[in-house]
């Protein structure tokens, strides 16, 4: 029986893919093998020995301490692409929402005195100060070219929008996906210079925390809009408010609420809604619970953030180890040679690495006794040893 702790509630929809039989699922639970997150901070949480996966039922990761996790040998999984839809949809939204100043004229309707005989006048005379203009001939930049920032691009395209993509780490997947009437940027300053509008569709790291600064807000043209669905801190928020204050930018949109600029006139902040949808939050757990499944059951690696990819299929009958070890040379020889001590025959072997760590998995038919595990678990650079037994 494998059992599953759930920090945030998960949809429905994906946890009834555990088997009852073959799965406990509870937010309080004794010595979980998995992890199951979607925001809650898990930096400082004392996490149980018995945990060896961690599914993230979304994209972003930053809530999860990785590289303390990737030491102790735990695989992190996320849900690339399961919510990019719902992300798309809310970008084409803030677009329109700055552009055409959808929140300031609903807040000055909602604020106008309840007077059948004056209502209609005074609504013609101030509706001048609401005039916008349209996304069709205007030029997107979009930063980071993923499973979100392809789909926002292509949208863009279809709205009669030109846009113009940086990603130099896009994947030959996403590159396929992408219209190639997507005009490519070499450089984020390049893409700034040309844009009406900007979105970011990165993660946040050291290479994009502050990627938009005081100088880069400079290259831009005047009257921009720019719209942060990706994370905070990609933008200086300081930087950002002096480039509002001088009209260098138009509008900002952000699903991410600040202090310093939630209140100004022309900054539209929602409370971290890209991913709330139903249709997202379903998504990305009955994916979450599928990769956490194939690994529990058959120790395969999809969508791992620190795990390199090892796809496998479970097998009918016989034993599979899968041993978590430091990427260093010669540990598939000696956990090798401790087979063949042992007279235990390998039926087959697979070994891929990621930076530090590497991951094998060993498929024999005979039983493993705990003596030979302990063996294995006991060489230099060994951090994890699971035996996975198969039987019909
Ligand atoms: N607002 C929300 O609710 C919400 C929901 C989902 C995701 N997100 C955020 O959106 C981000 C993107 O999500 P995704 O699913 O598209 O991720 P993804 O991993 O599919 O795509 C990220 C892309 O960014 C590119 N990239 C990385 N560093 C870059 C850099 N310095 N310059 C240009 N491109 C760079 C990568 O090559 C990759 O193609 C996530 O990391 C997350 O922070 C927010």
Not at 128 to 153: D, H, N, P, Y
Request: glycine share 6%; charged share 20%.
């Amino acid at each position: 029986m494998f059992k599953i702790q759930t920090l945030n509630a998960i949809s429905a929809i994906g946890l009834e893919q555990f088997p009852r039989e073959l799965y406990e699922v509870a937010s309080e639970i004794q010595h979980p093998d998995a992890i199951l997150v979607r925001s809650q901070d898990m930096h400082g949480m004392k996490l149980a020995e018995s945990v060896i996966a961690v599914g993230r039922a979304g994209a972003g990761v930053n809530n999860i301490p990785i590289t303390e996790l990737t030491q102790l040998g735990i695989p992190v999984f996320n849900t690339p692409g399961a919510n990019a839809n719902a992300v798309r949809e809310l970008v084409i939204a803030g677009m329109l929402l700055a552009s055409r100043n959808i929140c300031q004229a609903w807040n000055y309707v909602s604020q106008l005195e309840n007077n059948p005989e004056t209502l209609d006048m005074k609504i013609e005379q101030d509706k001048k100060q609401f005039v916008g203009f349209e996304l069709m001939g205007k030029t997107l930049g979009v930063i980071g070219l993923g499973s979100i920032g392809v789909k926002v691009a292509n949208a863009a395209l279809s709205l009669g929008m030109r846009v113009i993509g940086y990603d130099p780490t896009i994947t030959v997947h996403r590159a396929w996906e992408l219209s190639s009437s997507v005009q490519q940027a070499h450089s984020v300053d390049d893409l700034l210079m040309e844009c009406d509008f900007v979105t970011f569709h990165v993660p946040l790291n050291a290479d994009t925390r502050d990627m938009i600064n005081s100088s880069r807000l400079k290259l831009l043209k005047n009257n921009v809009v720019i719209l942060n669905f990706a994370r905070e801190g990609i933008i200086e928020n300081k930087a950002l408010l002096d480039a509002l204050n001088e009209k260098k930018v138009l509008a900002y949109v952000c699903d991410f609420p600040s202090p310093l600029l939630k209140n100004h006139p022309r900054v539209v902040s929602l409370p971290h809604l890209g991913a709330s949808t139903k249709e997202a939050e379903e998504n990305c757990a009955v994916m979450i619970v599928k990769q956490v499944r194939d690994f529990l059951e058959s120790g395969s690696i999809t969508n791992s953030v620190n795990f390199p990819t090892l796809e496998v299929t479970k097998n009918k009958t016989g034993s599979r180890l899968a041993i978590v070890n430091q990427n260093i040379p010669s540990m598939v020889a000696q956990i090798s040679s401790k087979l063949a001590d042992a007279k235990i025959n390998i039926l087959s072997l697979s070994n891929k690495s990621r930076d530090d760590i590497a991951y094998t998995l060993i498929d024999v038919n005979s039983d493993l006794n705990k003596d030979l595990l302990k063996e294995i678990s006991s060489i230099k650079g060994v951090i994890q040893v699971r035996n996975i037994v198969f039987s019909e």
